[in-house]
């Protein structure tokens, strides 16, 4: 393994770049934050244009993650993994496997202060050939005695969170009559379909991909196309696709009134936030909402049981509905009174630290 930059990048606790002397990738590793605990993030395999956009992308990942997990009241700290993928096309077979035993290298080579698991390109099984290299894993497949897939526990987190929305913006938790688009009908989009469906609420559910209409007509649900989907007149909007979809373009056509999602960045821009806010569309912030899966590989850490992690996961409703009754008070946004939540956690710790 080459060791390319071991330098602390400003503001990081450390960065390690590699070349995996199996691969030959490149493969990045920030860690920003250990106050809270260990720096969890996921390991993302993505093929980009230049290793240094892969290295600025472990940066911009793992700095979001401290403080995913501190708004979140999780004892985990900030980091993420990079694989620079050799082409568009995933690795499989031998080469996907050489690629990911050097991943496990390098995590080990952090000593625990980063500890990895699945994030987008990347699966349970893909955990378990990294966990041939290193202890510092977790979201391995249940019969491995892991978590698994995080979809299903990050979907009722999201339930939970719209329920508080509801609340806070109408006085009430029921989703009875009230019209749910959920646009992306993926891994978290279509677990939550499944679980409005049995509420009473309104369903309509979008996705790029046709052969989900499928569900759609299974749960009863209106079926919408992509582009008509983000101006739907609803209460809730639930983006659980891509991140970026709320930009300066689409925010003129939202009909909603709270958008609530799984989708991570759903804003192109976090400037977005006051504009919503003005257009009096409730926001609540994505890294509240979909923390259920970081719940799920905390609880798998931690070794928590199915109780401990219902609990955690809806809790996300009642923490959710004080930061937006903080919001309210001190009229910021929602976005601003959970980075300020998890700002006052993090200077709590090191002060209680020093
Ligand atoms: N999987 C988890 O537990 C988890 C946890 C936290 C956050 N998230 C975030 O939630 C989002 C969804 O994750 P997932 O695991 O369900 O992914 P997924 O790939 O299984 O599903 C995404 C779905 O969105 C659809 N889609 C893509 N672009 C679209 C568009 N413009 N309009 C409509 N549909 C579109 C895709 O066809 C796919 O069906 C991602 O942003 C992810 O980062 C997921």
């Avoid at 503001?11 to 691969?23: A, C, I, K, M, Q």
């Avoid at 699945?118 to 290299?133: C, K, L, P, S």
């Avoid at 609880?299 to 959710?320: M, N």
């Amino acid at each position: 393994m080459e060791v390319l930059t071991m330098a602390k990048a400003p503001g990081y606790e450390d960065l390690r770049v590699v070349t995996g002397s199996r691969s030959g990738v490149t493969i990045a590793i920030a860690v920003h934050s250990t106050v809270l605990g260990p720096a969890l993030g996921g390991a993302r395999m993505w093929h980009y244009d230049s290793p240094e956009l892969g290295v600025a992308d472990a940066l911009r990942l793992a700095r979001a993650m401290t403080f995913k997990a501190a708004a979140g009241g999780l004892d985990l700290g900030g980091g993420k993994g990079v694989i620079c993928a050799p082409s568009p096309v995933p690795p499989e077979g031998e080469p996907r496997r050489r690629i990911l035993l050097d991943f496990g290298d390098a995590v080990e080579s952090l000593g625990g202060a980063y500890v990895t698991a699945e994030d987008v390109g990347t699966g349970a099984a893909d955990m378990a050939v990294i966990a041939e290299r290193t202890a510092h894993v977790v979201g391995l497949p249940g019969e491995r005695g892991g978590s698994g897939d995080p979809s299903p526990v990050t979907a009722r987190g999201v339930l939970a969170a719209i329920r508080a929305c509801l609340e806070h913006r109408f006085g009430t938790y029921s989703l009875s009559g009230a019209r749910v688009c959920v646009v992306g009908a993926g891994h978290v989009g279509g677990s939550l379909a499944r679980l409005l469906a049995e509420t009473g609420a309104e369903l309509a559910i979008s996705d790029l991909d046709p052969a989900r209409r499928e569900l759609a007509e299974e749960l009863g649900a209106a079926w919408l196309e992509p582009d008509e989907a983000l101006a739907a007149e609803c209460e809730v909007l639930a983006p659980c696709a891509l991140g970026g979809a709320i930009d300066a373009r689409t925010i003129e056509r939202l009909r909603c009134r709270i958008i609530c999602g799984s989708a991570n960045n759903v804003l192109a821009d976090e400037r977005l936030a006051a504009e919503l806010d003005s257009r009096g569309i409730l926001f609540a912030p994505d890294f509240i909402a979909n923390a259920g899966g970081l719940i799920n590989v905390y609880a798998e850490l931690h070794r928590l049981d199915h109780e401990a992690v219902q609990l955690l996961v809806e809790g996300i409703g009642p923490h959710l509905l004080q930061i937006l009754d903080a919001a309210e008070r001190k009229r910021i946004t929602p976005l601003a009174a959970a980075q300020e939540l998890a700002l006052e956690r993090l200077r709590g710790s090191t002060a209680a630290a020093a």
